[in-house]
């Protein structure tokens, strides 16, 4: 099993930004890829980044150029640096992992409300 735990998310008003952790524990030995989703109101949840163990990223094109993700190895955690943040960058975001790009052994985390204000 593993278990993440999500931390950073809040209140922010339009151009701040915010930094989310996840950091992962248990059974992680397997799982080289970690990235964050997010969910709006009312949507379905969409990629925003991934990165894996190797520092290989990538980045959804609509907060391309905002929004940096980072792996620290030794602390099995993964950043998603968030800048210039917009309403509609407002949603639960969720960290996940899984063993490889292509694989669907998800874990999830719990999620971490992010909210932007205009």
């Known amino acids: 099993q593993v278990q993440l735990v999500e931390s950073g998310g809040g209140l922010v008003q339009a151009g701040g930004s915010l930094t989310l952790s996840c950091a992962a524990s248990g059974n992680i030995g397997t799982m080289n890829v970690m990235g964050w989703y997010r969910q709006p109101p009312g949507k379905q949840r969409s990629f925003v980044a991934r990165?894996?163990?190797?520092?290989?990223?990538n980045v959804a094109d609509i907060v391309n150029g905002r929004f940096t993700i980072s792996y620290d190895n030794a602390k099995n955690t993964v950043y998603l640096q968030m800048n210039s943040l917009a309403p509609e960058d407002t949603g639960v975001y969720y960290c996940?992992?899984?063993?490889?790009?292509?694989?669907?052994?998800?874990?999830w985390g719990q999620g971490t409300q992010v909210t932007v204000s205009s």
């Open positions: 990165t894996t163990r190797s520092g290989n990223t």
């Open positions: 996940y992992v899984r063993s490889s790009i292509y694989s669907n052994d998800d874990y």
